[in-house]
């Protein structure tokens, strides 16, 4: 079946650095992928829907200049963490939609990413 | 506005049991309802979805859920617990159109099933 996968599953960063995260949809072409932060033992939060070949949508309070997506391809979107700070640690999990925006179609989740800004 | 809540935190049952996880929806627009199981340390699984056909939706793992417009909720059952079953359940509501897949995530339950 469809997957999609993160890169990487784990990372810590240094505090003030970027670090970037994939998010790669293996075998279907995603128009539109979306991205999540979930913070310990919480919800999942949408942060922004990325399409590709245009600018990211961000929801009310994600800040752009620190989560900048880039979605350049039909198969890769990106999500880098600018100037890290812990507050910033967090799981972050991506979704994949295919071209079409049909109910018949599945959104795919990849394995999520785990930040830890020291 | 689009709002998910799922009743009860934590789940309880003995291996064999019936699971009943209660989530409840709020949306202005035809809902599509989601339920994903997420294991410790890693992404989201779908269970299954409703996409305004049969009410009653079934998933994997014998996991079923009703969607019930009248009482807003979609309630996610499974006849006999596994220890399997083990995990952390969300349900999602999303919207159609451009805006499909673009989902919002209830608090989530976690399921502990006991021997």
């Known amino acids: 079946g469809a997957v999609v996968s993160q890169h990487p599953s784990r990372v810590i960063c240094k505090s003030g650095t970027s670090v970037k995260i994939e998010c790669r949809s293996l075998d279907f072409q995603a128009t539109t992928m979306f991205w999540y932060r979930q913070f310990p033992k919480k919800s999942l939060m949408l942060m922004a829907t990325?399409?590709?070949?245009?600018?990211?949508?961000?929801e009310q309070g994600v800040e752009k200049d620190k989560f900048l997506i880039n979605h350049a391809s039909l198969t890769l979107s990106t999500l880098t963490v600018t100037s890290a700070h812990p507050e910033d640690s967090s799981f972050y999990i991506c979704?994949?939609?295919?071209?079409?925006?049909?109910?018949?179609?599945?959104?795919?989740f990849g394995e999520g990413s785990w930040l830890t800004v020291v | 506005a689009q709002s998910v809540t799922q009743l009860g935190s934590h789940v309880s049952v003995s291996e064999g049991a019936l699971v009943l996880l209660r989530c409840n929806y709020s949306s202005s627009v035809p809902p599509y309802l989601f339920w994903y199981v997420q294991y410790p340390n890693q992404g989201l699984q779908l269970l299954l979805k409703y996409t305004s056909a049969a009410t009653l939706v079934k998933g994997i793992n014998d996991f079923e859920a009703e969607f019930k417009k009248s009482e807003t909720s979609f309630h996610l059952t499974k006849p006999s617990a596994h220890m399997s079953d083990a995990a952390e359940y969300f349900c999602?509501?999303?919207?159609?159109?451009?805006?499909?897949?673009?989902?919002?995530f209830g608090q989530g339950t976690i399921l502990t099933v006991h021997p």
């Open positions: 990325s399409n590709e070949g245009s600018k990211a949508t961000y």
């Open positions: 999602a509501l999303g919207a159609g159109g451009t805006s499909y897949g673009k989902l919002t």
């Open positions: 979704s994949a939609r295919t071209r079409q925006a049909d109910s018949g179609n599945t959104i795919y």
